[in-house]
């Protein structure tokens, strides 16, 4: 049963960087598309950043786009999610979720990856990121 669970969420001031870490153990990543999502209360879930299997395809939200860089280093079961020139706007709860693309015969489709919440099966708990003065 694959587990994922987030770390190296903290306080960081306006312009800062914090690099959260996915770490999974109970299988092999190596196929799954993995995505970063966030949430504040009382808002809905929304997609930040995801990475195909492979590492070459990602696709990020419109306002990470340049500030945030996803990999993943499958030797090691681990994804990151660099965050950089962060503002309070990225304040939220962010978590990483696996979705299971090993299945079918189409190599590109498991390559690729999206960030529509609903494909994902498993995720992990959850990293506080705070952006305050």
């Known amino acids: 049963q694959l587990q994922l669970v987030e770390s190296g969420g903290g306080l960081v001031q306006p312009g800062g960087s914090l690099r959260l870490s996915c770490a999974a153990s109970?299988?092999?990543?190596?196929?799954?598309?993995i995505g970063w999502f966030r949430q504040v209360p009382g808002r809905d879930r929304e997609g930040v950043a995801c990475?195909?299997?492979?590492?070459?395809?990602?696709h990020f939200e419109g306002s990470a786009n340049g500030r945030f860089t996803i990999s993943r280093d499958n030797a090691r079961n681990i994804v990151y999610l660099q965050l950089n020139n962060l503002t309070p706007d990225d304040t939220a709860v962010y978590y990483c979720?696996?979705?299971?693309?090993?299945?079918?015969?189409?190599?590109?489709?498991?390559?690729?990856?999206?960030?529509?919440?609903?494909?994902?099966?498993?995720w992990g708990p959850g990293t506080q990121v705070t952006v305050s003065l």
């Open positions: 109970g299988r092999t990543l190596s196929g799954y598309a």
């Open positions: 979720a696996a979705d299971y693309r090993a299945v079918g015969g189409n190599s590109n489709y498991k390559r690729n990856c999206n960030l529509i919440e609903g494909r994902y099966e498993i």
């Open positions: 990475v195909g299997s492979g590492g070459e395809m990602t």
